[in-house]
């Protein structure tokens, strides 16, 4: 990180060196952006789905995975010459994490063998109001085909905070020939268990395309938090997340 940042700043001061007599028509433009967001944490969290059967509650240990979401909002970015922008972002931001398991559990209950089977997933939602402060570095010539390096801090305010829990288990008593599917599927609210605020570095590239007085633009990000997210436990979650961008720019 502190090598990025090291090249950062090396690229934006030459920035301010390059065509000092810059003015243009618009220095200040205004974009819109749709996310598609692949969100995970920096830990891995030790999920469970509780299968409760007759006060028999099961623990089953289940896979990580990243969830697949999306965001989207609005900026404005101001030109200080052709090369440099500082771009002030408000997003609807969707975070979070999956994981999804097929199990099997065989367990003795009132002297009667009782085996059961299925899979199960769980996803923990957070919904952010995100602020990303970007600078925005783009080469080549105005009105052309432009790609750009883009890097700044996030600042997001929790706007709510979820878990999702859907299972599905098939129950079998071999001694008594029976068999009864059972399933679980919640959602509860965790907001109070969540930090209220998130800190984030955010990083990555991408291209402008010009369309007449507007620009499209595809770019990819990765975020890394820098707070946790988790009020109580001795771990530090914190989000991690990548960002596939698309947007206009006017």
């Given amino acids: 990180m502190k090598k990025f940042s090291i090249i950062l700043i090396v690229l934006l001061s030459f920035t301010f060196f390059y065509d000092t007599g810059y003015a243009q028509d618009k220095p200040l433009k205004f974009g819109i952006r749709g996310k598609y967001n692949m969100a995970d944490v920096t830990e891995n969290l030790e999920t469970v789905v509780p299968f409760d ?50 199990f099997n559990a065989s367990f003795d209950y009132q002297g009667f063998q009782i085996n059961m089977s299925g899979n199960a997933d769980e996803t923990i939602k957070l919904t952010y109001i995100s602020f990303p402060i970007l600078a925005k570095i783009a080469f080549g010539n105005e009105g052309a085909v432009r790609p750009y390096l883009i890097a700044g801090p996030e600042i997001g305010i929790l706007s709510s905070a979820k878990v999702k829990g859907e299972g599905r288990a098939t129950v079998e008593m071999p001694d008594m020939n ?39 633009f595809i770019d990819a990000q990765y975020s890394l938090g820098l707070s946790k997210i988790n009020k ?3 771990d530090d979650v914190k989000n991690k997340v990548i960002y596939l961008n698309l947007g206009l720019v006017f």
């Fill in 232 to 234: 109580e436990g001795s």
């Fill in 178 to 216: 029976y068999s009864e599917s059972v399933s679980l599927d919640e959602e509860i609210d965790i907001k109070e268990d969540v930090e209220s605020t998130e800190f984030a570095v955010d990083f990555g590239g991408g291209v402008l395309f010009p369309l007449g007085n507007i620009n499209l």
């Fill in 53 to 102: 059967y007759e006060g028999i509650e099961i623990p089953i240990q289940i896979n990580q995975k990243m969830y697949n979401t999306f965001g989207f909002g609005g900026f404005i970015e101001y030109w200080f010459n052709p090369m440099l922008a500082v771009q002030l972002n408000a997003q609807y931001n969707m975070k979070g994490v999956k994981a999804e398991a097929d």
